[in-house]
């Protein structure tokens, strides 16, 4: 079957850094996606894995380890309005995805 | 540039009633895209797969007789509710699926629609 784990709620403190997991087990695996929601909002694309290891975009990071089936986000110099849902999903099947339940993150000042 | 527009953002409607909701690649052509369904404080589970020129393909327990998809062309997807009950009231998302350089797929979304039935 088809598994995306992540926690359910996270909280850190402005200017913080805080480290969002996501474990999966699936049957197919095209790479993995890290996305943000805003509540009421369509999800806004972050960063994509599809090899092992650390990839950096500005605050974020994104590691992956396909042996482990694990995947974390990084969130660094952490801000307000990164207060959002953080969504893993696995692409499977060429082009689908399925998604994690989401982390909802809470900044405070 | 993969700009996705959904059209209406909020539509309420009576139960028993059909709503249509569109979806629109606007800078680009999209020859597959999708369309989930989020209710409250969950993640999005994929309904089908809109296919230009095709049938759509549905995942498992979607009922396509109830969630009629049609992409009749390479930039509109349009989602038609039929006979809607309060517990289909969710937010409907798209998405269109665009090539990478690398030959991978990235799927862009649009802003949601939010449906409430009453």
């Known amino acids: 079957g088809q598994n995306i784990d992540q926690p359910t709620e996270m909280t850190a403190t402005e200017g913080a850094i805080v480290q969002i997991n996501c474990t999966y087990q699936t049957s197919g695996f095209n790479g993995l996606f890290w996305y943000q929601q805003h509540a009421g909002e369509a999800p806004t694309f972050l960063s994509y894995?599809?090899?092992?290891g650390l990839e950096e975009k500005g605050r974020f990071s994104s590691f992956l380890s396909r042996s482990k089936g694990y995947s974390y986000l990084l969130l660094k110099e952490l801000q307000m309005k990164d207060s959002a849902s953080y969504l893993c999903a696995v692409g499977y099947n060429t082009d689908k995805l399925i998604f994690g339940t989401g982390t909802r993150l809470q900044v405070f000042p | 540039g993969a700009v996705v527009s959904q059209h209406p953002s909020w539509v309420i409607c009576k139960s028993g009633t059909s709503v249509k909701i569109e979806c629109r690649s606007l800078?680009?052509?999209?020859?597959?895209m999708f369309w989930y369904r989020q209710f409250p404080k969950q993640s999005l589970m994929l309904m089908a797969t809109s296919n230009e020129g095709s049938k759509a393909t549905y995942e498992q327990g979607v009922e396509k007789d109830k969630f009629l998809i049609n992409h009749a062309s390479l930039t509109l997807s349009t989602l038609t509710v039929t006979s809607a009950h309060p517990e289909d009231s969710s937010f409907y998302i798209c998405?269109?699926?665009?090539?990478?350089?690398?030959?991978?797929?990235?799927?862009?979304f649009g802003p949601g629609t939010r449906l409430t039935v009453t």
């Open positions: 894995n599809v090899l092992d």
């Open positions: 800078d680009f052509q999209a020859t597959t």
């Open positions: 998405s269109a699926r665009v090539e990478r350089t690398s030959g991978s797929y990235e799927q862009y």
